[in-house]
């Protein structure tokens, strides 16, 4: 069965310590890796995407790499801010029979940055 | 990137009432898809709608609860019927996007029903 896991559940961090969130796949066929944001009562905001081909991408103080032998992907956020306090969420795009394949998200991972 | 705007951003309904939710994407995407995200828990799919074709509904959706539109490849509704308590969740407009398929959403409709 094609699932995705996110450990810790939750995680409370002081201000300026480095997070480390972590998204678990069970099937390294697969399409892409994104990782989202998600404030409370809030859409989803994109944040990275990692192709199935990439080891890792980066967009500011973001980074999040991939691990496909391993089934496994992990965001860092450099220099935690209050602002990064949300829900981060990871999708994996495992291929299937159609085209498309077949898109799973993780249950999130809630962050609480204190100042 | 694709802005996707959804409308009502939250609505509080009554039981047996039907409510509809729209997207509108500021650029022409083929593959548009509705989420349900209930309290506290991740996003399910509801359906795929592509443009010029029926939805594809997910197991344990069907269409007469959840009817869908896509009339053209900037816009969709979602109906939401006869609506019981149960169907209080936040429901989420995606499109795919780019040579990859990236997903973007919507800011989300809140859906109260009492």
């Known amino acids: 069965k094609q699932e995705v896991t996110q450990i810790p559940a939750a995680l409370s961090v002081p201000e300026g310590e480095n997070l480390v969130l972590n998204c678990s796949f069970t099937d390294s066929a697969i399409y892409n890796l994104q990782w989202f944001r998600q404030d409370p009562g809030k859409g989803l905001t994109s944040l990275l995407l990692?192709?199935?081909?990439?080891r890792e991408q980066t967009s500011g103080r973001l980074n999040a790499s991939l691990d496909k032998s391993s089934g496994r992907s992990t965001l860092y956020i450099a220099a935690s801010q209050p602002g990064d306090s949300a829900t981060y969420l990871c999708?994996?795009?495992?291929?299937?029979?159609?085209?498309?394949?077949?898109?799973?998200f993780g249950a999130g991972t809630q962050v609480v940055v204190t100042p | 990137s694709a802005v996707i705007s959804q409308k009502p951003s939250r609505d509080i309904c009554q039981r047996g009432t039907s409510l509809t939710i729209q997207c509108q994407v500021d650029?022409?995407?083929?593959?548009m898809f509705w989420y349900r995200q209930q309290p506290g828990q991740s996003l399910t799919l509801i359906a795929t709608?592509?443009?010029?074709?029926?939805?594809?509904?997910e197991s344990g959706f069907v269409i007469d609860k959840f009817p869908i539109s896509r009339p053209n490849l900037t816009f969709s509704t979602l109906t939401v019927s006869n609506m019981s308590p149960e169907d209080s969740s936040i429901y989420l407009c995606?499109?795919?996007?780019?040579?990859?398929?990236?997903?973007?959403f919507g800011e989300g409709s809140r859906l109260t029903v009492l």
């Open positions: 990692i192709q199935s081909s990439q």
């Open positions: 709608a592509n443009q010029g074709s029926e939805a594809t509904y």
């Open positions: 999708a994996v795009r495992y291929m299937t029979t159609d085209s498309w394949g077949k898109l799973q």
């Open positions: 650029s022409q995407v083929t593959m």
């Open positions: 995606s499109v795919a996007g780019g040579p990859v398929g990236e997903l973007f």
